[in-house]
Nanobody, 123 residues
């Protein structure tokens, strides 16, 4: 089974950028649709972005469209979330997740999860 480790979170100011990385080990990375989700204190986990196992299809939440970009490098077994024009409401723990051989944006269908990385955006 695939194991996921996120990195790249931190404390930034509104308008700044961050790039999150999700390194995968074990399993065959190209079998997995990769997703990014986030959870703010007191709120439910929400979908941020997803990318198909080939990288040919992507989707993102309306709240981040035009600001966040998901990508993957299958040679490096790594998925990325480039976050630009960050806002205080983007503050959350960001999780990387994987699901094999299907396309979905529902967190209930993702099988494998990383430990999360904190992103804090100050105003």
């Amino acid at each position: 089974q695939v194991q996921l480790v996120e990195s790249g979170g931190g404390l930034v100011q509104a308008g700044d950028s961050l790039r999150l990385s999700c390194a995968a080990s074990r399993g065959t990375f190209t079998y997995y649709t990769m997703g990014w989700f986030r959870q703010a204190p007191g709120k439910e986990r929400e979908f941020v972005a997803a990318i198909s196992y080939s990288g040919g299809s992507t989707d993102s939440a309306d709240s981040v469209k035009g600001r966040f970009t998901i990508s993957r490098d299958n040679a490096k077994n790594t998925a990325y979330l480039q976050m630009n024009s960050l806002k205080p409401e983007d503050t959350a723990v960001y999780y990387c997740a994987a699901v094999a051989l299907r396309w979905t944006t529902s967190h209930n269908e993702y099988r494998y999860w990383g430990q999360g990385t904190q992103v804090t955006v100050s105003s």
